[in-house]
């Protein structure tokens, strides 16, 4: 089945250790975007990519960053974890075309905890 | 500006219970999507539906149903004979044609327990 993944689902680093998340996707979709999700509130979108093209919210913070090597993979980098960064983070897909476009279809999330 | 808007915090039915859950949203954008997610205490979003400004029909699917009316902005969400497993947190949502592509703007969700 056509499928987001997440890797890994449960993630815990300490205070100040970069941590990397990774997201894969077998949809062939050209854009993928990442959320951050605290406890009791709906997803934020921190940044996404359609195709090779980053496009960063205005607030996300300086310590998030993103990488896609390919149209499959998408990592998220956080390079100095805080206490607040503790959170689901989802990753998503979407089609920019054809039937169903724009439609964000979302992996099972990554949740970090930070010590 | 847009805006969704999912007033009920929170709702509590007994199984086999109808529940409606409500969605009112703004945007001035002539042409735009609406979807509903699911969230179940796993964690991951369930993609239920999507609906775009030009089709205000009302869709079933199963125990699903889904009222699109533009006059009143809202977009609403039932459940039939409702189960255990629907509790979950559903989101609303917005996609309007002007912004980025990454601009779907949630509600903040209502969070639906079914007790057996």
């Known amino acids: 089945d056509a499928m987001v993944i997440q890797n890994p689902r449960y993630q815990v680093t300490q205070f100040g250790k970069p941590v990397t998340l990774s997201c894969s996707q077998t949809?062939?979709?050209?854009?993928m975007y990442w959320y951050q999700q605290k406890s009791s509130q709906a997803p934020k979108l921190l940044f996404h990519y359609y195709d090779k093209d980053f496009n960063n919210e205005a607030d996300t913070p300086d310590n998030f960053q993103s990488r896609r090597p390919n149209t499959s993979f998408c990592f998220l980098d956080i390079r100095s974890p805080g206490l607040g960064d503790a959170a689901m983070y989802l990753c998503a897909t979407s089609s920019a075309s054809g039937i169903g476009a724009d439609t964000q279809y979302f992996g099972p999330g990554t949740r970090l905890t930070v010590l | 500006a847009q805006k969704v808007t999912q007033a009920q915090t929170e709702i509590s039915v007994v199984e086999k219970e109808d529940v409606t859950l409500d969605c009112v949203y703004e945007?001035?954008?002539?042409?735009?999507?609406l979807f509903w997610y699911k969230q179940p205490p796993s964690g991951e979003l369930v993609f239920l539906i999507r609906?775009?400004?030009?089709?205000?029909q009302n869709e079933i699917s199963g125990r699903y149903s889904w009222n699109f009316q533009k006059s009143t902005s809202s977009f609403n969400f039932t459940i039939t004979a409702s189960q255990v497993v629907d509790s979950a947190v559903y989101f609303c949502?917005?996609?309007?044609?002007?912004?980025?592509?990454?601009?779907?703007?949630f509600g903040k969700g209502t969070k639906l327990s079914v007790k057996p």
């Open positions: 949809l062939n979709h050209n854009v």
């Open positions: 945007t001035r954008d002539t042409t735009y999507y």
């Open positions: 609906r775009n400004s030009f089709d205000e």
């Open positions: 949502a917005l996609k309007g044609e002007r912004g980025s592509q990454g601009n779907l703007i």
